[in-house]
């Protein structure tokens, strides 16, 4: 099992909590921090060393959808295998199981849909529910306009993922980088 991954971008966790504050209280949203946040997690962690075996399940309940709800039990028994037989498992292959389980029983097996509900979770262990973060700092009656505001960036790691799933980087703050002389690296507020 990993470290502390998450303690890893606590700083750019808390830059993007301040982000999402100032676009909720009017100013512009700037997903740099967030993005960078997420890819940094992701890069911290190595990768997501059981998402290949998550999908292929994913795919064979989609494979056969009359079946795929007799062998629930089955598929989640095999999202177990997978997890117990990979080597290098982190905090994020047990947030993908969690994620991947519900929408299983839930009768859902999209796998983007999956991914997407696993981004919005890392994002909210990162930025929403930390020492410091979102919900600490101004409390929960705007969490549902955060979240709305950082879930184009779950959806964008989604897509990725599931495009690369042995991706180690994901490269989501790229085009978000628009470094300019006076650019505040750090994510202090102005």
Same mark, same amino acid.
């Given at each position: 099992?990993?470290?502390?991954?998450f303690?890893?971008?606590?700083?750019?966790?808390? /830059?993007?909590?301040?982000?999402?504050?100032?676009?909720?209280?009017?100013?512009?949203?700037?997903p740099?921090f967030? =993005?960078?946040? @997420?890819?940094?997690?992701?890069?911290?962690?190595?990768?997501?060393?059981?998402?290949?075996?998550v999908?292929r399940? @994913?795919?064979?309940?989609?494979?056969?959808?009359?079946?795929?709800?007799?062998?629930?039990? =089955?598929?989640?028994?095999?999202?177990?295998?997978?997890?117990?037989?990979?080597?290098?498992?982190?905090?994020?292959?047990?947030?993908?199981?969690?994620?991947?389980?519900?929408?299983?029983?839930?009768?859902?097996?999209?796998?983007?849909?999956?991914?997407?509900?696993?981004?919005?979770?890392?994002?909210?262990?990162?930025?929403?529910?930390?020492?410091?973060?979102?919900?600490?700092t101004?409390?929960?009656?705007?969490?549902?306009?955060?979240?709305?505001?950082?879930?184009?960036?779950?959806?964008?790691?989604?897509?990725?993922?599931?495009?690369?799933? /042995? /991706?180690?980087?994901?490269?989501?703050?790229?085009?978000h980088?628009?470094?300019?002389?006076?650019?505040? @690296?750090?994510g202090?507020?102005?």
């Open positions: 099992m990993d470290g502390d991954i303690g890893a971008v606590t700083r750019l966790g808390r /830059a993007a909590a301040d982000a999402v504050v100032r676009a909720l209280e009017g100013g512009g949203w700037d740099f967030a =993005a960078h946040c @997420l890819d940094d997690l992701h890069a911290k962690a190595g990768g997501i060393p059981t998402l290949p075996g999908l399940i @994913l795919e064979g309940l989609r494979a056969t959808p009359l079946l795929a709800h007799s062998q629930r039990e =089955a598929a989640i028994e095999r999202l177990n295998d997978v997890h117990r037989d990979t080597v290098g498992v982190t905090t994020l292959d047990l947030m993908l199981r969690a994620a991947a389980e519900k929408s299983i029983w839930n009768g859902e097996y999209d796998s983007v849909r999956v991914l997407e509900s696993y981004c919005q979770w890392a994002l909210d262990a990162t930025i929403m529910s930390p020492r410091g973060g979102y919900l600490e101004q409390g929960h009656a705007r969490k549902e306009d955060a979240r709305t505001l950082l879930a184009p960036i779950a959806a964008a790691a989604a897509e990725t993922l599931a495009r690369r799933p /042995a /991706a180690r980087r994901l490269g989501l703050a790229s085009p980088a628009n470094v300019q002389p006076d650019t505040d @690296l750090l202090a507020s102005e």
